[in-house]
């Protein structure tokens, strides 16, 4: 008998990607490790991608190039996405560090495989996959007769149900969305709370995953180079008290997330910023700022890493092996203040 109550995360299980080897089977097979990133139109997700890249690039004792394709050749959609990744890797990351705007245009989602080699021998190579989308895809649905989350499309989907290993989930919170500084969050903090939703109903091998709630643009909150030290030396307290504000349903979901194992230490924040911004477009900071704009990047590939490195293909999934960190002179994301589920609940009832 139908199950009349299905919800359309757990329909769209029911369409296949494609024939054949499944994303999630390519991605065990590759060894890569999935960085699932999600959120709204204009929040940042290209440009986070991009910054990451571009800050290994920019270290000597780091080699990063993009990986080959996920997909088997012989799967038709493999040519395609690996375009895209393609697309993204070279002429976007172009565009980022010649200060051009960053135009991309994203249809379907698709995964940018991206190899980091350290040139230390004490520290092992790892594969991952950046996921990006279109940023409608998370947003709610403005229908009033259609479900108010939208469903994955079936490539997460896939990733989320059948991937045998730990991911990394990374929830992208943009301090404002689209130009300027009004407080036009709403959308964004209810899309990502859809994307929780999605995210607990589908995914059932989440003991070795890991969480990040990154409160993006943070240079539009705290400008870089003023007298305040607020840019460069935020407290946690200082970002918990704007993700209360602009985002309590969606924050306060994600500290209450049920994972399994160590669930507190999977679970972390922090704000960044992909780079000094002016005028619309990307500068190189003054020289003396540098160290200050480049710890946000090395920070999450620091966590990033240790993610990957901890958990990662082809080993037994039963087991775990020691952390590992990229820079050792920066830190990770921190984790999030322990509050009594009676005050989370609180909190995203009675958000405004």
Do not use: C
């Not at 349903?249 to 910023?273: D, I, K, V």
């Amino acid at each position: 008998m139908d199950d009349v109550s299905e919800s359309p995360f757990t329909s769209a299980t029911r369409r296949r990607t494609s024939p054949g080897i499944s994303l999630a089977e390519n991605l065990d097979r590759t060894e890569r490790h999935p960085v699932l990133i999600f959120g709204s139109s204009a929040a940042g997700k290209s440009s986070l991608v991009l910054s990451l890249i571009l800050g290994l690039q920019t270290m000597r004792d780091i080699n990063v190039s993009l990986g080959d394709p996920i997909l088997d050749p012989a799967d038709p959609r493999s040519k395609v996405m690996h375009q895209r990744a393609k697309d993204t890797y070279d002429r976007a990351a172009y565009e980022l560090a010649t200060g051009k705007p960053v135009g991309i245009t994203i249809g379907e989602p698709f995964f940018i495989p991206v190899d980091v080699k350290p040139t230390n021998s004490l520290l092992e190579p790892v594969k991952f996959a950046f996921l990006d989308g279109r940023g409608e895809d998370y947003q709610p649905n403005e229908d009033i007769n259609a479900d108010l989350f939208r469903t994955f499309k079936p490539e997460i989907v896939d990733v989320l149900r059948s991937f045998p290993h730990g991911i990394t989930v990374i929830y992208v919170a943009p301090y404002s969305v689209g130009d300027g500084h009004d407080r036009d969050t709403p959308s964004s903090n209810f899309g990502l709370l859809g994307v929780m939703r999605g995210y607990e109903e589908l995914r059932e091998l989440r003991r070795h995953d890991s969480h990040l709630f990154l409160l993006t643009k943070w240079d539009q909150y705290a400008t870089p180079m003023d007298a305040r030290p607020l840019f460069s030396d935020a407290s946690a307290n200082d970002v918990d008290r704007v993700l209360r504000d602009r985002y309590p349903n969606s924050w306060g979901t994600f500290q209450a997330l049920p994972l399994e194992g160590e669930a507190h230490e999977r679970r972390a924040f922090m704000q960044y910023s992909s780079g000094y911004f002016k005028d619309g477009e990307y500068r190189e900071p003054p020289h003396s700022f540098h160290g200050t704009f480049k710890r946000y990047p090395r920070t999450v590939m620091n966590w990033l890493y240790g993610n990957a490195t901890q958990y990662r293909p082809g080993r037994d999934n039963r087991t775990t092996s020691p952390r590992r960190s990229l820079f050792p002179d920066v830190d990770v994301p921190t984790a999030p203040p322990r509050r009594s589920l009676i005050d989370l609940l609180n909190h995203a009832l009675t958000a405004r």
